[in-house]
């Protein structure tokens, strides 16, 4: 069946640091992609999406690429702030059934003033 | 903009009691959904829901559980007979019917279900 699989986790970095988070799938079709953002307490955010083929996805100075040769969609950031600290998912929704979406196991991040 | 609501933000209930969580999708999206977190994990599919019917379920959502959309506007989650790993948080998602790749499902805030 579909999944997503990213780096585990936690990463630490320094304040304007360069951030990626890679993240690979396994899907049938042709699926959407998407990585959500979840801060201490709260629900899921979207924080960007990819709909096909070398699409990038940008928001927040975050930015991912719809990778299907290498089936990934790595999250990468130039400068991390210490308000980026959270838990960042990966997550697919394909074209079957019910558009049912997939997330990886997420990975948290602790950025450091 | 509009948004996907749940009620109640936290609830706390005891063990083989029954539940029911209440979200409202937006109104014009016509897939439902439910997933759930339990503390620290990743995000589980739970089933989804289209015309009146559940359109795929995942394993987790044996005869323990149950959704409804009773109403135009609300859809609910049922837990039969709460067990202690049923606490997690639970998230309602709602998306619109769509053109080709367009997939995106708006989540709720979620519900704190604690069974003690």
């Known amino acids: 069946g579909d999944s997503v699989t990213q780096m585990e986790g936690p990463v630490t970095l320094s304040e304007e640091a360069f951030l990626t988070i890679n993240c690979t799938y396994t899907?049938?079709?042709?699926?959407?992609l998407f990585w959500y953002v979840q801060y201490p307490g709260e629900g899921l955010q979207l924080l960007l999406k990819?709909?096909?083929?070398?699409d990038k996805g940008s928001n927040k100075g975050f930015e991912a690429t719809y990778r299907k040769e290498t089936t990934s969609f790595h999250l990468e950031k130039g400068s991390v702030q210490v308000s980026d600290s959270a838990v960042y998912f990966c997550?697919?929704?394909?074209?079957?059934?019910?558009?049912?979406?997939?997330f990886g196991a997420g990975t948290r991040l602790f950025v450091k003033a | 903009e509009p948004e996907v609501t749940q009620t109640p933000s936290h609830q706390v209930t005891q063990m083989g009691q029954e539940v029911i969580l209440r979200c409202v999708p937006i109104?014009?999206?016509?897939?439902f959904y439910w997933y759930r977190q339990i503390l620290g994990q990743k995000v589980e599919f739970l089933v989804s829901?289209?015309?009146?019917?559940?359109?795929?379920k995942s394993e987790i959502f044996d005869d323990q559980f149950s959704v409804e959309r009773p109403d135009g506007s609300n859809f609910t989650l049922k837990i039969r007979s709460t067990k202690l790993e049923d606490s997690a948080m639970y998230f309602c998602?709602?998306?619109?019917?769509?053109?080709?790749?367009?997939?995106?499902?708006?989540f709720g805030p979620g519900t704190r279900l604690t069974v003690t």
């Open positions: 998602a709602s998306k619109t019917l769509g053109g080709q790749g367009e997939y995106e499902q708006y």
């Open positions: 829901f289209y015309n009146n019917e559940i359109s795929e």
């Open positions: 899907a049938t079709g042709y699926p959407s």
């Open positions: 990819a709909t096909k083929a070398d």
């Open positions: 997550a697919l929704t394909a074209n079957t059934g019910g558009f049912k979406t997939i």
């Open positions: 109104s014009n999206h016509l897939y």
